[in-house]
């Protein structure tokens, strides 16, 4: 496609038109729950991080993951899986469940300086607009943005919040379309680069920030970078030029049109849910939220970031904050730190301050 050229892909949907349709949304039998119960069994005792899609053997379940895989990758840009028994389960059954789904997607990538490739998203203290904090260490609100260095994005609903959390999508392709209905002018501004914040996680030899466009159609789809946040605490730095009013009126734009009823999907994500989002072509928001009062009712997903070697070819410049994995040739997660390993917690990391 052309730069500015209008999307009609299955990519380009309308939330009114999919809150209408339930093909998005696999309700788990007892078979499908007893077969990930059985695999997550068979693998008790082993590092996580060593599990790989070899060591599940799961016949029932994979034509159901196939065809999730297609629809994330592939189709609409995500999926709901429902209905696993979370109250049941101890946290180290359900993480190996989960890793297990998410060896059919992907595979996973590092979250973290400390090398996490399990995450926790969860009120920890943290400020989404500190600069060397995330906003899943907090209760903020997390308007609609993507993640940085993710091509699927999987939260797996542990526990939900008293008030509040409430999870929104909105395709990428849909705001372009809009945007070029609307404001021709701001669409292409959006496909030159902006400069973002590494936000304390410096790349080794680079500067603490990196440049990305926040669309970047290419190869019959429209790529979107958008984590508003990051470009404008990237200003931080008296080296880089200051947003244009012309930039930052593009990016509110984005964000008033993600909002927008007639554009996202409102989705209702409960205890025992996973959601796969496609982070190339999807943005996802989240409301803020009160947690409940007992520490152990406190919300609490887990999440994945999978890197898909066999999936749609990438522009360069989304290899801007990471770098390239020289065994897969996707964007490989967080650079560690020397001596630093992977690892699978089953409890949150303690905030950076």
């Not at 903020?140 to 939260?155: K, M, N, S």
Request: charged share 25%; hydrophobic share 40%; aromatic share 8%.
């Amino acid at each position: 496609m052309t730069m500015l050229e209008v999307h009609r892909g299955e990519g380009a949907w309308l939330g009114p038109d999919m809150a209408r349709r339930d093909d998005w949304i696999h309700t788990f039998s007892d078979t499908e729950v007893a077969e990930l119960e059985a695999v997550a069994t068979a693998v008790a005792g082993q590092d996580i991080v060593s599990l790989e899609a070899s060591h599940f053997t799961m016949p029932g379940l994979d034509p159901v993951l196939a065809r999730s895989r297609d629809d994330v990758v592939d189709g609409r840009g995500f999926v709901l899986l429902r209905g696993l028994p979370v109250k049941s389960w101890s946290r180290e059954q359900t993480a190996r469940a989960f890793w297990a789904i998410g060896s059919r997607i992907g595979i996973p990538v590092t979250q973290n300086p400390v090398g996490n490739i399990l995450g926790h998203v969860t009120d920890v203290g943290g400020d989404a607009d500190h600069p060397n904090q995330r906003g899943h260490q907090s209760s903020d609100a997390l308007p609609f943005h993507t993640d940085i260095g993710a091509e699927v994005v999987g939260l797996f609903c542990l526990q939900g919040a008293q008030s509040g959390g409430e999870s929104g999508v909105v395709s990428a392709a849909t705001l372009w379309n809009e945007l070029l209905a609307q404001r021709p002018d701001l669409a292409e501004l959006l496909t030159h680069s902006f400069y973002y914040d590494r936000r304390g996680e410096d790349v080794e030899g680079q500067d603490p920030w990196y440049e990305m466009p926040v669309f970047m159609p290419t190869d019959g789809r429209v790529v979107a970078s958008y984590v508003p946040r990051f470009i404008r605490s990237a200003q931080r730095f008296e080296e880089l030029p200051r947003l244009t009013d012309k930039q930052l009126e593009a990016l509110d734009m984005v964000q008033t049109l993600a909002d927008d009823p007639r554009f996202k999907l409102e989705m209702d994500f409960r205890p025992g849910d996973i959601q796969f989002v496609n982070n190339l072509v999807l943005m996802h928001s989240r409301t803020a939220y009160e947690d409940w009062p007992e520490p152990e009712r406190k919300r609490q997903l887990l999440r994945l970031w999978l890197s898909v070697p066999d999936g749609w070819p990438l522009p360069d410049a989304y290899f801007a904050r990471y770098g390239t994995d020289p065994k897969t040739g996707r964007p490989q997660g967080i650079n560690l730190p020397p001596g630093i390993d992977l690892t699978a917690p089953l409890t949150p990391p303690v905030l950076r301050t």
